[in-house]
């Protein structure tokens, strides 16, 4: 069975690999299922699905954690239901295939994380906080994004990635200088924060 599931999740990672789909890095994904042990979180809700693979990651953390993630690339979206059926988490893991920003949910979660159009983090945020448990946090990924945060912007030869990256450290910035949350940055993976709220 462990060895099951051991080859299921590595060939879930060799595919995407293989098609350039962007999955979380293995730091990051490390870090987020070790914080929903730590923190006993049971409740998840995922903006970027991609193929499955780090909500797959997330319900075998804990047996009693369930995901609901959304995807709005369709591809994606039915190799991410294909994977989930093959790791027989179907009970446990909700796909919904939409742009998040249409998407409107009563419930709500220990744990979201904001893994899609990096352009968006401010709006996605905006949008489901509401949805956020008092005592949940909010986990935002790519924040270096490949290095580039970090970069001088007349450094970075295309105007597209400079825009994306003017976006992320304006981001950066509201987690910084919000005052109903407090945000941790981690240099893990490709840079990701833990925001929670003031209590």
Known sequence: MVNDVYNGIRQIKKEALEESVPIMQDETIDFITNYISSKNIKTILEIGTATGYSSIMMALSNPKVRVVTIEKDQERYKKALKNVKKMDLEDRITLIFNDALEVNLDNKFDLIIIDAAKSKNL????????????????????????????????????????????????????????????TKFYDIGDGISVTERRI
């Open 123 to 182: 709006d996605f945020f905006s949008r489901f906080e509401r949805n956020l448990e008092v005592n949940g946090s909010i986990i935002t990924d790519n924040l270096s994004f490949h290095g580039y945060v970090e970069k001088d912007l007349s450094l970075i030869p295309s105007r597209n990635i400079r825009g994306l990256v003017k976006k992320i450290r304006a981001y950066i910035t509201f987690l910084k200088e919000n005052t109903k949350y407090k």
